[in-house]
């Protein structure tokens, strides 16, 4: 398949999915609160891209969540190129994909991630994942989560959850605290198998984090919360920016490419606290 044809379907598809998820959000709220949407340029001489992300705050359900979605284009750094798969001889590169951050008002229901992306160097690859974060601890809610990857993985490839979960609990850790950010997730990059295979595992991630917000919402919006527990919550957030900004390789990738500053901290929560 002709590489132009391959961004176009990946980059349509993440687009779709923005918009999917924004209006099962707005929904959620009732549609009493809206998104704040603001469209960027990567840089508009070159005309090398950009994209648009939402931010909606202070709703009923959601204090604070993000969706953005980008397609970029560029050249790395001499410094950067080094880590990058096929950019050391040739340091241009196309990336687009999706990211979303949820940070919820009710202490009980965790802090929800999910991205994919696909890249092109001289190499090209998919990446991504799913992870949430709970504020106060829910067993069943945790082996209901991991067994619905479980089964999404299954149907693509028996391997892929066992890598993959490994891979998350190894990538969401806090070595300085000697703990991982959450109950884990999925999480993978440098996927480049099969482009058709590899596309409808990115599709079917994207649709599992759709119905697993949606279920885990419903279930848990009205349950009663107290002052400790949301203090819990603000604490656990601390956790979440420290790994964000020290750790987190999609950060890292946006600062280092040129990306809209205040697109790639939407992740970040509108109240934290720190012990």
């Known amino acids: 398949m002709d590489l132009e044809?391959?961004?176009?379907?990946?980059?349509n598809w993440f687009k779709l999915l923005q918009n999917i998820i924004c209006n099962d959000i707005i929904n959620i709220e009732n549609k009493k609160v809206k998104f704040k949407s603001t469209t960027w340029k990567k840089n508009r001489k070159k005309n090398e891209g950009g994209g648009e992300f939402r931010i909606l705050e202070n709703g009923?359900?959601?204090?604070?969540?993000?969706?953005?979605?980008?397609?970029?284009e560029g050249t790395f750094s001499n410094k950067f190129k080094k880590s990058i798969?096929?950019?050391?001889?040739?340091?241009?590169f196309w990336a687009s994909g999706i990211s979303i951050v949820m940070h919820m008002k009710n202490p009980h229901i965790p802090a929800m991630h999910f991205n994919t992306r696909y890249i092109c160097t001289d190499h090209e690859w998919f990446g991504g994942g799913i992870d949430f974060t709970q504020a106060i601890k829910d067993e069943i809610e945790k082996k209901q989560f991991h067994r619905t990857l479980k089964r999404m993985c299954n149907r693509?490839?028996?391997?892929?959850?066992k890598k993959y979960k490994k891979w998350c609990d190894e990538y969401f850790y806090l070595p300085h605290r000697k703990e991982t950010r959450g109950i884990g997730g999925i999480f993978f990059d440098y996927k480049k198998n099969n482009f058709e295979k590899d596309f409808k595992f990115i599709?079917?991630?994207?649709?599992t984090f759709q119905l697993l917000f949606n279920s885990i919402?419903?279930?848990?919006f009205k349950k009663k919360w107290s002052t400790k527990e949301k203090n819990l919550q603000y604490i656990k957030r601390g956790k979440y920016v420290?790994?964000?900004?020290?750790?987190d390789r999609g950060t890292k990738f946006g600062l280092q490419t040129g990306g809209n500053v205040e697109g790639i901290m939407m992740s970040l929560p509108p109240i934290a606290k720190w012990n």
């Not at 009923?60 to 970029?72: D, L, M, P, Q, R």
């Not at 950019?87 to 241009?92: F, G, V």
């Not at 599709?203 to 649709?207: E, P």
């Not at 919402?217 to 848990?220: E, V």
């Open 5 to 11: 044809i391959k961004k176009n379907i990946t980059s």
């Open 60 to 72: 009923k359900i959601f204090e604070k969540v993000g969706v953005n979605f980008s397609k970029v």
């Open 85 to 92: 798969p096929g950019a050391s001889k040739n340091p241009n």
């Open 156 to 161: 693509h490839n028996k391997n892929y959850y």
């Open 203 to 207: 599709r079917d991630v994207g649709v």
């Open 217 to 220: 919402i419903s279930k848990k």
């Open 242 to 247: 420290e790994f964000n900004l020290l750790y």
